[in-house]
């Protein structure tokens, strides 16, 4: 046992007035039960880590399409502004 163990061990078996055996008993019934709701919490606050994890991942890709279709749009006002100023460009060239 540790030293918390060994104050709870003590306190219990005074306080209660508990045989050394069953304030044994009483303290490991206690560890195992706090070492439980330990791992239950821990299991649950994974899995909505995990949920929270996916929503971002899924905010991302979202984001990401969002950025290609603007990438893509910018591309054909691009070229939808050079092809018809380079031809202005070359008619006055071929008109003087």
Excluded: C
Excluded at 75 to 81: P, S
């Amino acid at each position: 046992m540790n030293s918390t163990n060994l104050k709870l061990y003590d306190f219990v078996q005074a306080e209660f007035k508990l045989s050394e055996t069953k304030a044994k008993e009483f303290i490991t019934i206690l560890n195992d039960s706090i070492a439980e709701d330990i791992k239950t919490n821990s299991i649950e606050y994974r899995s909505l880590l995990k949920d929270d994890f996916r929503s971002i991942d899924l905010k991302f890709h979202q984001m990401d399409l969002k950025i290609e279709q603007f990438k893509l749009d910018l591309i054909k006002w691009m070229i939808g502004v050079f092809i018809p100023l380079m031809l202005a460009v070359m008619g006055l060239y071929l008109k003087h």
